[in-house]
């Protein structure tokens, strides 16, 4: 097939065109910032936040080669951010809606990445089956951003015919999601900050608990997603891709922390603003539709993933400096500035 992959110069977009131009398909990208980790697949520099008007062969009259069916990964990613610029929810939003217009146009089906985040964290211990998002619960500006981009995917479905899949991504770890001076991540943070001797914070307590997925798995559903939604097996569709399992955060720090046999000082502190406690995603319907099932936990994800961080580390020694926190105003209930970590 040939795809298009909106956000290719992210961590899921990296690692998904490289995935499907090893499967044999044609993979173009589009991002409005360089691939900083590889050339390997073509792209193109376009942002994709603008307000255009017509989109007959490519968004804002670019022209695109043909594609058969599209995968739109491009966002603001980071909670946090989000919640220190709201604009940048909005921007989300635009860009779901240049992209619909576009498959509207081609008549092509379109696969969306969409977040545990539309959960917000009212349910916190229930299974968090596909039909239980309840949107009077908004957490986030970017939980916003996500239910409006489904809510667009949705309405073009009804009023357009749309073909799509839904996806709900959680705590995605693991190869090409180290540019921590653009986006902080907990777990190669976490790494980074281990390796440099410096304190971490865990923010949200102890019991903190989120499902974390290994990158490699989470590619493994996108694209048997692709395969299933491109023959007309499963359609209209909105899937939670996980790995299935809490791990509270503790844990999480408690494993690098061996894999890299350090003895990091961690400070413990109240949740940020918008972020959600506890997460374990229902995966039947990933199973039952797809076929999903997920091959790595957090102790070998989290191993496979130190060993990647090392030999990117080594190769790039420029990398090994401070990083500045991304959510400074961003606290819940008046607590004190916390200089460390965010944790989505
Ligand atoms: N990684 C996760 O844990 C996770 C969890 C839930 C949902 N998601 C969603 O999955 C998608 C991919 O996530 P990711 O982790 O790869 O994020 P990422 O930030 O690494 O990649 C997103 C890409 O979108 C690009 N982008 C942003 N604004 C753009 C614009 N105006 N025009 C063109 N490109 C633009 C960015 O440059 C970036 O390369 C996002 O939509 C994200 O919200 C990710």
């Not at 966002?75 to 217009?101: G, S, Y």
């Not at 000082?265 to 406690?277: C, D, K, N, R, Y």
């Not at 091959?295 to 990117?312: N, Q, T, Y």
Request: aromatic share 10%; glycine share 8%.
């Amino acid at each position: 097939m040939r795809i298009l992959v909106t956000g290719s110069s992210g961590q899921i977009g990296t690692n998904l065109a490289l995935r499907l131009q090893q499967e044999g398909h044609e993979v173009f990208g589009v991002d409005k910032r360089q691939n900083t980790w590889t050339d390997d697949f073509r792209y193109l520099l376009q942002d994709l936040a603008g307000h255009y008007s017509a989109f007959p062969n490519g968004i804002n009259g670019v022209e695109y080669p043909d594609v058969d069916l599209v995968v739109h990964l491009a966002a603001h990613a980071k909670v946090h951010q989000l919640v220190r610029h709201p604009q940048r929810a909005l921007e989300n939003a635009v860009m779901t809606f240049n992209v619909l217009e576009y498959v509207r146009q081609k008549q092509v089906p379109i696969v969306f990445s969409s977040s545990r985040e539309v959960y917000g964290d009212v349910h916190r211990f229930d299974e968090y089956g596909e039909g239980l998002a309840d949107f009077a619960f908004t957490e986030s500006t970017y939980s916003a951003s996500k239910i409006a981009g489904e809510a667009f995917v949705y309405s073009y479905a009804r009023c357009y015919g749309l073909r799509y899949l839904v996806f709900r991504f959680s705590n995605v770890y693991g190869r090409y999601d180290n540019d921590l001076n653009r986006m902080v991540r907990v777990i190669p943070l976490f790494i980074h900050s281990m390796l440099r001797d410096e304190p971490i914070t865990i923010y949200g307590g102890e019991d903190k608990t989120l499902d974390f997925t290994y990158v490699d798995d989470c590619i493994d559903g996108i694209v048997d997603g692709i395969g299933a939604l491109a023959e007309g097996r499963v359609v209209n569709q909105t899937i939670n891709l996980a790995y299935g399992q809490g791990n509270t955060l503790v844990r999480c720090a408690d494993l690098i922390a061996s894999e890299l046999d350090a003895k990091p000082q961690v400070s413990i502190a109240p949740s940020l603003l918008g972020e959600v406690t506890h997460y374990v995603a229902d995966l039947s319907k990933a199973r039952t539709l797809l076929g999903y099932a997920p091959k790595v936990p957090l102790d070998d994800g989290i191993a496979r993933s130190v060993a990647w961080f090392l030999e990117h580390r080594a190769a790039h020694p420029e990398e090994d400096v401070p990083v500045t926190a991304d959510h400074e105003g961003t606290l819940g209930g008046g607590e004190t500035m916390w200089k460390s970590v965010a944790t989505t």
